[in-house]
């Protein structure tokens, strides 16, 4: 997989990935991932083409 950044709302910084998952809601496509501060999940808007290329 390749790798993504994310922003870590709660801790107030970016980090990068290529553990996450695709998920769809509404026909938007998102990457998703544990956060490496705490015990919650960091989503991130991607586009459907990159989705396509991850799954």
């Known amino acids: ?3 993504i950044e994310f922003f870590d709302v709660k801790s107030k910084k970016k980090f990068k990935t ?3 998952r695709i998920e769809e809601k509404k026909g938007r496509f998102f990457a998703v991932t544990k956060s490496p501060s705490g015990s919650y999940e960091c989503w991130r808007v991607i586009s459907k083409d ?3 290329k991850v799954k």
Request: no cysteine; proline share 0%.
């Open 50 to 52: 990159q989705a396509a």
């Open 18 to 20: 290529s553990s996450f």
């Open 1 to 3: 997989m390749a790798e």
